[in-house]
């Protein structure tokens, strides 16, 4: 199959207040994110991107025009709902500091499977949505370009979690172990046996070896030699 690199939404306004956005319009990155964004485009210069598939929200779309305006090329930029924010519901707008007095907060900490924000989707659901929407793509990528292809997808921190719990077959329970910082990098190759799993929450360091692909096949008995530089 291709190779997805999914890449968080730079620091936004509402991060640096500890907001919860949710679905809220209006929210950007601030100049910390557009930074981040930016460095985030100058790792993945070097290598030709197939696609940068966004969620709808403006904080990703204006991560993506970063990624894409440092591209040699003019790779596809589709808008896919299904990468949208999880439905918050009630908690969205809300401080963090407040929803952790919540008695829901430690079910969201320790048993997310069960939850479902009022008025608002379950996280069980999320993950389906945007797992979905990742294999979907990562297939129409490679049918269209060939197994080397390698794109981009351009979420959220609790939609890119359990896309990575879901390739490294965590259960969703504990894909709060996971750590996904601001316009950092997490790399997935879903072969015909399995996903790889190849960097996760990466904010620095060289990614041009991305340019010639990654080998397929069985994995290396005691971890092989690594990927060779282009």
Known sequence: MATVILVRHGRTTANATGMLA????????????????????????????????????????????LILDRQAGTPSAPVDPDLTE???????????????????????QSQPSAVVFPGGESM???????????????????????????????????????????????HLDLFQRINVGPASVSIVRYGTNRPTVHA??????????????????DAPVGGGAGQKAP
């Open 200 to 217: 996760t929450n990466t904010d620095a360091g060289d990614l041009s070896w991305l340019a010639n692909g990654i080998d397929a096949g």
């Open 124 to 170: 069980a659901a999320m993950q389906a949505r945007s797992v979905a929407a990742i294999r979907r793509h990562d297939a129409a990528f490679e049918a269209q370009y060939g197994p080397g292809a390698v794109w981009v997808a351009v979420s959220h921190g609790d939609i890119i979690k359990s896309i990575l719990a879901d390739a490294l077959g965590m």
């Open 22 to 65: 949710g679905r809220a319009a209006g929210v950007g990155l601030d100049q910390v994110g557009r930074d981040q964004a930016a460095l985030t485009g100058d790792r993945l210069a070097a290598v030709p991107l197939a696609g940068v598939v966004s969620s709808p929200l403006e904080r990703c779309r204006q991560t993506a025009r």
């Open 86 to 108: 999880c439905d918050y519901g009630h908690w969205q707008g809300r401080l963090l500091s407040d929803l952790a007095a919540e008695d829901l907060w430690p079910v969201v």
